[in-house]
Every structure is written in C-alpha cells, then in structure tokens.
C-alpha cells in the first residue's frame, strides 16, 4: 500500500475531483470504494448529485483551510450521515393527509 | 444509635407482623434466586423506616413504622423467609445490625445471618401521573384479580400455545376502574370487571396479567385501605398502585401502536438502519439511500392499526395532465406501492396490516426499489 496522504490543497483536491470523473458514475454505481492517494475510500451508492455535492463540499472546506482536517472518509461519512438526517427530518416534518376512517395512532415514544 | 465499646450496633427497629409480611410479599413478587445477588433494602427515610424490593419490570417499598437510624442495608431473602417462623410467637422482631451480620430478636429467640454491604440503590419515581384512581384495597384487588386470573377450565395445550399472557387493560374513566383481559387465544372468553372508584383524567394502560394476578395473590393488607392507581398512558413506563403502607409500581404492558412502534424500531436498529422518531410517534428511515417515513395509523372503527409507508417521490410539482398520466401509469404497473399526489408532493406509498409488521423491512426495500424505478421519470412532467 502506498503511503497514506490527507487532503490538504486544492490541488489534492482537483486530483480527487479527476481521480472520482475518471472512474466513472457508472463504476461508482457499482463499487464502493476508491483508492486514492494511497488512501482507500469507502464510499457509499453515490448519484450524480451526490457527487457533485461532495466534491462541492471538499473544495468549499478546502478553501476554508489550508489544512483540510484529517480522515476523510470520516468527512465523507459525515457529510452523508448529515444530508440523510436532512432527509429524515423533511420527511417527518411534512404534513401527510390520513385515510378515511384512520387517524395516527397515539404511541408511547421513548426518545 | 447504641455504640458498643467494640463494635457499632446499629438498631432498625421493631418490625411488625403486617410490616415483615408485606417485606415478605414484595420479595415473593420480585422472585429473586440465589443467582440474582437481590435482596431487600432497608433506610430510615424521615423518621421512618423504609424497604425497597426492586427489579427490571417491579419496584415495591414499604412504609414501616417509626424509627432513626444510618444507612442503607442490604438483607437477604431467606432472612426475611427465617424471621417469620419467629414472628409467629411474637407480634414483634427487633433488628440489629452488627459488623455485616444482622440479628432478628423475637421473645422466643434469634435467628442472625449475614447482612450485606451498605448500598444506595434507593430508586424513587420520577413518571408524572396524570391519570388516578382512588378505591379501597378490597374492591380494587376484587376488580383485578377476576380480570386477571387464569380460566379454570385452560387446557394444557392452550397454555403451552400462549407462553406469553395476555395483557389486562387498566381503564380508569368517569369515576370508574375497569380491567379487560382477552382470554380467547386459551380457547376461552373475554372477561371485563369494574368498581367505583373516585377517578381523575381518563386513560388506559395494560400490564401483563400474570403480574397483576401475582400482586392480588401476594400482597395482602389488614382492614380494607385506601387505594391510588397512577399512570400517564403515553409517558409512564410503570402502573403505580399505593397506600399508606406500600407502593407497587409494575411496568407496562406494550400492546397495540405501543407494541408496533417498538417492533419497528427494533427491526431498524437490530440492521443498522439510520432512522429518527418524531414526537407523535412517526419514523423516518434510510433504506438504500431513500428516506421512507413510516407512520402508525388506528381504525376509527375496529382499532386496529395499518402501518403506512411513504416515499416522497418529488417536491414542489405542478399538477400537469402528463404528471397524472404518468403516475395512472406507475399505479398500473406497480404490485402493492401505489402514487399520488399530496399538496405539490409525489408519494410512493404501501400500507400494511398490523399483523405484517415483523415482515416490514422486506416491504421497505420493495418501496425503496420501487421509488428507484420512479428516479428522474416523473419529474420533467411536473416541472
């Protein structure tokens, strides 16, 4: 395995953004991972947008910093983790009609 | 407190015959075994002298008589079993602990055994009630014990079928207490009993009736006292029963949308699935990257419960002639999901029976992978 680098430029970066166009939607569909480097990426099921954000997201960060903190799967990780609870919440927030004769039921929630 | 010139003797006090056999019901109801390293706790809580007999699913304490002194100890069971052959020839024991050794004093001997480390495991309940009943013992206990008692007339099969009892429904309503047990799964009937009682804010809540059952058969008081039943039916994770001389608190029963909700959430975490719970009780899912909300919905009519499974498809779409032909489409074509639309939603939605639950997450992967299929067609028609 080659040595292990961080994403700390955005240079890096710009070759991550190359690495991930050379692969491929098409590969990234379906594998999970990616060897950049010399660090292996575990990536979940990406759509287009969700590359693109992504992407977005480490230039945003590598702008912000010099330094990108270490540990960018957890980055990865995090930022998908982050875009699901959005979802999550969008989802239970929203008002949903009930059927005829049904109401939601009251239920002892234990957070 | 008495201090000996060699080592403290610390004296609990004159145990009553009522006292010792309530200690006594309270550990027969928790059933701890020489495995469980259980006994009851004993303290003087202001002025007064305080036993407490816990486990996971029962908290009992008793209120005993007056009496000072430091401390929390820790008795064993047989301690309590050995001192009420000795209570018999006496209406009093007298306790004293010396050096981790406790010593029962009737008129007619001692019995002294081992008494173990002073611990602060004293729990008290923090569940705000907002249901109450007040009813003398008699007629409660006469309420919950027809309510809860096995049949007579149960075959062996039928009880080797139900391994788990059926809950009692504790209704408290309109200044009455009412206790319904289903018995029809033993292949017998419905049993339903009321009684007067003096009642604040209706609700309901069900506990196993075998632990009903077991605190009318254990717990026994003189004369005929008042009573309180307290619970919340949608915080309390225990019933609450008291009197002046002890509190019974038993936990909950989970049935119906309780029981639902608690299967699904441990479906979902039981397979690392990201979900979050919303405070009327709704979830919200990832399942293959599809955000599936999930929501428990109760007949009006029957009660019973249909589990909906939604996938918002798309947002903010115009109600276009295309859109709706498209989604007519989609229903056609689709087995079990079925589209439509809600406000300037698309949703992608299966219900389920209640009785279909423990199958719930193949029915979210099927509408996760029917939700795919809908990916990128019905959006340019709603634009």
């Known amino acids: ?91 239970l927030a929203e008002f949903h009609t009930v059927p005829v004769g049904y109401s939601v039921a009251f239920v002892k929630v234990d957070q | 407190m008495i201090v000996s010139t060699k080592q403290e003797t610390v004296h609990l006090g004159e145990i009553s015959t009522e006292e010792l056999r309530l200690v006594k019901s309270a550990v027969d109801f928790v059933k701890w075994d020489s495995e469980s390293r259980g006994g009851p706790l004993v303290k003087s809580l202001n002025g007064r002298r305080v036993w407490q007999v816990t486990s996971d699913d029962s908290r009992v304490t008793i209120f ?164 309180t039943i307290a619970f919340d039916p949608l915080t309390s994770d225990f019933v609450e029963f008291s009197t002046a001389a002890c509190h019974i608190a038993v936990r909950r029963k989970l049935v119906g949308s309780d029981l639902l909700l608690k299967q699904i959430r441990e479906t979902l975490t039981g397979l690392f699935q990201q979900h979050t719970v919303s405070d009327r009780g709704a979830i919200a899912a990832i399942i293959d990257d599809y955000p599936i909300r999930i929501c428990i919905l109760e007949s009006e009519l029957t009660g019973k419960h249909v589990v909906r499974l939604t996938h918002t498809v798309m947002r903010d779409a115009s ?33 389920l029976d209640q009785n279909d639950v423990a199958k719930i997450y193949e029915h979210l992967k099927k509408l996760a992978s029917d939700a795919s299929k809908l990916d990128g067609v019905l959006e340019p028609l709603g634009a």
């Open chain 2, 64 to 227: 005993g008589d007056e009496c000072q002194f430091e401390g929390i100890y820790m008795l064993s069971t047989q301690f309590i079993a050995n001192c009420l052959p000795l209570i018999k020839l006496d209406d009093n024991l007298r306790l004293s602990v010396v050096d981790q050794q406790i010593t029962a004093t009737s008129i007619s001997g001692t019995v002294t055994m081992y008494c173990g480390p002073m611990t602060d495991m004293f729990a008290s309940s923090s569940q705000a009630n907002t249901v109450f009943a007040h009813l003398p013992f008699r007629s409660l206990f006469r309420a919950i014990d027809t309510a809860s008692d096995l049949p007579d007339n149960v075959s062996p099969d039928a009880l080797r079928r139900n391994d788990d009892p059926p809950p009692t429904k504790i209704t408290i309503a309109d200044n009455q207490l009412t206790c319904f047990t289903d018995w029809r799964s033993y292949g017998c009937q419905e049993v339903t009993t009321s009684t007067f009682a003096s009642t604040l804010s209706n609700g309901s809540i069900s506990v196993c009736a075998q632990t009903l059952n077991r605190i009318v058969n254990l717990f026994g008081l003189v004369g005929n006292p008042e009573f």
């Open chain 2, 319 to 351: 109600q276009t002639l295309d859109l709706l032909k498209e989604i007519n489409v989609c229903n056609q074509q689709l087995v079990y999901s079925r589209a439509w639309i809600e406000n300037d939603r698309v949703i992608l939605g299966v219900d």
């Open chain 1, 1 to 91: 395995m080659e040595e292990k680098g961080n994403i700390s430029s955005g240079a890096t970066m710009r070759r991550l953004r190359r690495s991930l166009r050379d692969l491929g939607l098409d590969q990234l569909f379906a594998s999970d991972q990616i060897f950049f480097d010399g660090e292996l990426f575990v990536l979940p099921k990406l759509s287009n947008e969700a590359v693109s954000r992504i992407t977005t997201r480490f230039e945003k960060l590598s702008e912000q910093s010099t330094a990108v903190p270490t540990e960018p799967i957890k980055q990865v990780s995090t930022i998908f983790e982050s875009d699901h609870q959005i979802a999550l919440n969008k989802e």
